[in-house]
Nanobody
Framework: DVQLVESGGGSVQAGGSLRLSCQAS????????MGWFRQAPGKEREGVAA???????AYADSVKGRFTVSRDNAKNTLYLEMNHLKPEDTAMYYC?????????????????????WGQGTQVTVS
């Protein structure tokens, strides 16, 4: 059974940084496209950053140049380095996995109940 557990969220002042982690259970992690998504109160869930099995990445325009997604296949772990945080980055951040999508596809169309999802970690920027 695929399980994803996010960590690293918290409260930070504008301009600050956070690093999110997503620990995946034992599955063919290296062959999956992995992504970060976020949802603010009253808004739809949106794609933030994704990285596919070949290491190709994709980012939402709103985070390009500030966020970096990476993966460590040996540790079954996905990361999101977030710099120059803004109040509009405040949201619940979710990790997701899909065996069938590219990074760009995942950003645009991967939404529950499709794929595997973690429970989320809250990021608050003030």
């Amino acid at each position: 059974d695929v399980q994803l557990v996010e960590s690293g969220g918290g409260s930070v002042q504008a301009g600050g940084s956070l690093r999110l982690s997503c620990q995946a259970s034992e599955f063919t992690y290296s062959s999956y496209c992995m992504g970060w998504f976020r949802q603010a109160p009253g808004k739809e869930r949106e794609g933030v950053a994704a990285i596919d099995a070949d290491g190709i990445t994709a980012y939402a325009d709103s985070v390009k140049g500030r966020f970096t997604v990476s993966r460590d296949n040996a540790k079954n772990t996905l990361y999101l380095e977030m710099n120059h945080l803004k109040p509009e980055d405040t949201a619940m951040y979710y990790c997701a996995a899909s065996a069938h999508l590219t990074a760009i596809q995942a950003l645009g169309i991967l939404r529950p109940p499709v794929g595997y999802w973690g429970q989320g970690t809250q990021v608050t920027v003030s």
